[in-house]
């Protein structure tokens, strides 16, 4: 498979971040404090989904104790804040942002991370000059995407041909199908390739299958 795409729009968690450890270790804290069944990592891929509340309730939370509000503002973040940067970079992403560069394709993206997290995040990973945008999230709920690719595609001179959405979630997927355009979906994220192919978009084992098809 080939793509000539004018602008690529990028997920950030579980595509271009490989966060899925620190993620998957931070729900176990969570089901640890509140007394719930510990799950497999396998199960956790199988279950993860958005908007993130349904997710919680997929193993186990009903916030009988705690909102999900106070989870995700006073536990969740924190925690992940304290400890991202033992996230790492997915492989091959450096090889593919330049190689886009080098072919003058609009990069830019798009996440459920709140702003300021994405900011500071891409920064570390001295990947800023990159991206001629960065959409997060105005709150740490994790909401929908569709509205952040939809105002960039708005503001820009592309038709939905002219772009390509790489993910590593239905929700991605979701969010191409909303604006128009192809998708790509990567299976070294948060969700399973069994999940990601009952979409019928193109997946790929990890990024590094992209660099080839540009």
């Not at 007394?35 to 497999?40: A, C, V």
């Not at 459920?112 to 891409?122: F, G, I, K, N, T």
């Not at 193109?202 to 990024?207: A, N, Q, R």
């Amino acid at each position: 498979m080939s793509i000539q795409p004018k602008c690529i729009i990028y997920d950030w968690n579980g595509t271009l971040l490989n966060d899925v450890d620190l993620c998957y270790d931070l729900l176990l804290v969570l089901l640890d404090k509140y007394g719930l069944p510990r799950i497999s990592m396998d199960r956790y891929k199988e279950v993860f989904t958005f908007p993130i509340i349904d997710y919680y309730r997929a193993v186990g939370f009903n916030f009988d104790i705690d909102s999900y509000e106070y989870m995700a503002d006073q536990l969740y973040i924190p925690m992940y804040n304290a400890r991202r940067h033992e996230a790492t970079l997915a492989e091959g992403v450096p090889t593919l942002l330049e190689k886009a560069k080098d072919l003058k394709i609009t990069q830019i993206i798009i996440s459920a991370s709140e702003q300021s997290l994405l900011e500071r995040q891409v920064a570390h990973y001295s990947l800023r000059e990159y991206f001629v945008a960065l959409y997060g999230s105005r709150d740490n709920y994790a909401s929908s995407k569709v509205d952040m690719a939809r105002e960039f595609i708005g503001e820009h001179d592309y038709t939905a041909s002219d772009v390509i959405m790489i993910g590593d979630t239905i929700h991605d997927y979701e969010i191409a199908k909303e604006i128009g355009c192809e998708c790509i979906l990567v299976a070294s994220g948060h969700q399973s390739f069994e999940r990601l192919a009952t979409t019928g978009a193109t997946v790929v084992d990890d990024m590094t299958r992209i660099i080839d098809m540009l």
